[in-house]
């Protein structure tokens, strides 16, 4: 694809998002999920790509991801009042890890056990039990410096895709870091 057709799809990919921001950040969210989940599973030695687990990853993107993103960074602007200087960004960064980053890891959590994997509730909570201190105390070694670059440069209408590109990566890393798990148990 030439450069000149790429400045045009940015650029109604821009247009959208001013016309459309919920749509367009929804839409981005549960792309960028799908492709995670389509990388993750040819990492992790998946053969052949389960269509299921990709469409619900797909539409916890779509229907939560982008949403929840949409709307608390409008209410962190609204509370901090659209300020950058580095303590208001720092409150931010600090509300959102202890809001929505141990709320988003629980949920997904939840999700992908019942949802994705289809186990029984007990089993889900044994999981979270086990895992999700571990995950939440990774979250919070990476999240944070993700968060301040988010708050201190990113444009408010960019910030759910720039968190879900970043999140694309994470994703990846979760599940290659979840087939390590399941790896060195079966030895």
């Known amino acids: 694809m030439g450069s000149k057709a790429k400045?045009?799809?940015?650029?109604?990919?821009l247009v959208q998002l001013q016309r459309h921001p919920l749509r367009t950040k929804a839409i981005t969210a549960g792309v960028l999920s799908g492709i995670s989940d389509v990388v993750s599973q040819k990492l992790t030695g998946i053969q052949k790509i389960q269509l299921r687990r990709l469409v619900l990853k797909v539409l916890f993107g779509a229907v939560y991801l982008g949403p929840f993103g949409h709307f608390l960074y409008i209410l962190l602007d609204k509370i901090f009042k659209g300020k950058k200087d580095s303590k208001?960004?720092?409150?931010?960064?600090?509300?959102?890890?202890?809001?929505?980053?141990?709320?988003?890891?629980?949920l997904f959590m939840i999700y992908y056990g019942l949802i994705i994997e289809g186990r029984p509730w007990m089993h889900v909570k044994t999981n979270i039990k086990k895992n999700y201190p571990s995950v939440q105390l990774t979250a919070?070694?990476?999240?944070?410096?993700?968060?301040?670059?988010?708050?201190?440069?990113v444009p408010l209408q960019f910030?759910?895709?720039?968190?879900?590109?970043?999140?694309?990566?994470?994703?990846?890393?979760?599940?290659?870091?979840?087939?390590?798990?399941?790896?060195?148990?079966?030895?």
């Open 88 to 106: 208001t960004v720092a409150k931010k960064v600090v509300l959102e890890q202890l809001t929505s980053s141990p709320w988003n890891n629980l």
């Open 7 to 13: 400045k045009g799809l940015f650029h109604q990919y």
């Open 140 to 153: 919070w070694t990476f999240w944070p410096v993700v968060g301040w670059v988010n708050h201190q440069y």
């Open 159 to 187: 910030r759910v895709i720039f968190h879900s590109l970043i999140a694309f990566g994470w994703g990846i890393f979760l599940n290659l870091r979840a087939r390590s798990l399941t790896l060195t148990k079966a030895k």
